[in-house]
Each structure stands twice: as structure tokens, then as C-alpha cells.
């Protein structure tokens, strides 16, 4: 059996690395494009991209197995116009022109999973958000629906293609709990706002077996939320953070106090003070099972504790 050839796409981040150690374990070949490549990192090989405009790049599409792509510039950061005009070009235009590279190959990738996010649903209180939830409003909504839109109208003829809601992805190694981590080492970990906020979230691992099995199963296509069945509010997700760092207590932050505190760390109040109530609903129906689905086992994993 010839050896399959993984394309990600902006796959330098977080959960970019690793899904290609994971599938470099299992003796996939796997090009990561990205602005800053290393000639090799970890078994797999970096290659230039711009995410804008089609290059060299675009030739490691030809015959590939599938192309995960994960570009997009990071929305932890303060919503000037500039940033927000960038937050939404950095997805729209690597939309567009993975789909143009995949239209000249000979030879298309099977598969094409795009990640998105479960923002899309606003701010949408205790209601039960699933595939078919409407949209919300704001910000991260806009760039939500521009996102999407943009993948609805780049057409590539006979490739499985499959967008996926991304929800809050716990790990250590980097994103937003490691953040968290380090506030509430520092004895900033308390319920934000009015902490009735929910959060949908996902162990990394779990995250990983949804790219993988996106990837290798010729019936999964369309839309799906990635979020444990179990979304908590985020007083329930800091006390439990509290809890795995032996931090038994840390005080509340307040609504008022977000926009300072937001000013400080450089991102923006509607991160932390909004929050949605995401339903697996496909990937349930389709049998998928999380190894981690309550947020408890999902943080005492990662952090070697017991209950």
C-alpha cells in the first residue's frame, strides 16, 4: 500500500501539529503550508504559502489522500479595523484559493475538511445550538458567515467536503487553557461576568479522532458541530479548572472590569462574555463517541489529576 499524502493547510498552530504528528505516527506523508516553514519538523515537511495566491504549493495537491485546512488569523486580539479586515480575509482568500488549487489538479485530494466555528451561533444563551441552529449576531458572527459563504461558492467537482464548528479545544500544550491556565495560577481564575455563559468545548484527543475520521470516512460530509454533548457554563468550567490546579478559590471578574482587563491582555470582552450551547447532533447521529464527554475526566486527564 503506497504511502497517502495529508495536506494542511495554515496547519502550523496548535491543533495543525497535532494532527500531523499523529498522522506522521501512522505512516501518512504530511506537507504542512505555512508562511514560516522549517525545511522538516517532526517527520513532516513544511512548504511556503501565502494563503492568498496560488504558488509551488499548489502542486503537492496532485494526488494527495485529503487537505485539512486550518488558516485563519487568530481572533484573540483587539478588533480594530485593520484586525478584523485581516480576520476575515486571512479566511475567506485560503478558502478560495485551496479550492482553486484543488480545481487544476489532475488528479483532485478525495477529501477536502475545512475548519470553521461554532461562533456562528452568537451569543445564544441557554438555547440548544445544533447544525441547524440560525446564526447569531456580531463580529464573530460576520466573519462566520463570510467564511462559510465562501466555501459554499468554491465549487471542487467530486471532492468530499466537510466543514467543521469548532468548539473551545481543550489541550496544554497551547490555546485558550493554557491561557487560563496561567490566570488561574495566578489566582485570576474566577467566574467571568455573570458565569452563566456556556461553553462548548473538546479534549484535544477527541478533536483529533474527529479530523481523522473527517479525513478517512467517505460518508462524512456537510456540516458538524465539534463539541462534547456536555457544554457547562464558564463558572462551572473555572471552578473546575480551579479544582485540577489546586486553586480552591480566585475572585470573581465582573463584567464592568472586562473591558480593562481586555485592554490589557490585547483581545476583546466578547470572547469571555459570550457563550453558546453547542449540540453534536450529526456526529452523535453517525455514532461517534467521545473518549473524554464531561468536562471533569476530560481536565483530570489532561492535568494527571483525580477526583
Known sequence: MSQRRIILA?????????LAERLVASGDEVIVLTRHPYAARQGYRE???????LGPWAETFEGAHAVVNFAGKNVNCRYTPEALAEINASRVDSVKVVAEAIRRCARPPQAWVQTGSMAIYGDAGDRLCDEDAPPGEGIPVDTCLRWEKAFEESPTPGVRRTWLRISFVLGRSA???????????????GTVGSGRQYISWIHEE?????????????????V???ATPHAVPNATLMSELRRVLRRPWCPPTPAWLMPLGCWLFRTEPVLALTG???????????????TYPELPGA???LYGRSK
Open 175 to 189: 490555546g485558550a487553557l493554557r491561557f487560563l491556565e496561567v490566570l488561574t495560577k495566578c489566582f485570576l481564575g
Open 299 to 301: 481536565l483530570d486527564h
Open 276 to 290: 453558546r450551547r453547542g449540540v453534536p447532533s450529526r456526529l452523535l447521529a453517525e455514532g461517534f463517541r467521545f
Open 10 to 18: 495554515g496547519g502550523s498552530g496548535f491543533l495543525g501539529r497535532a
Open 206 to 222: 477527541d478533536m483529533i479522532r474527529v479530523f481523522l475520521r473527517a479525513i478517512d470516512d467517505a460518508s462524512m460530509q456537510g
Open 224 to 226: 458538524y458541530n465539534v
Open 47 to 53: 512548504v511556503f504559502w501565502d494563503g492568498r495566491t
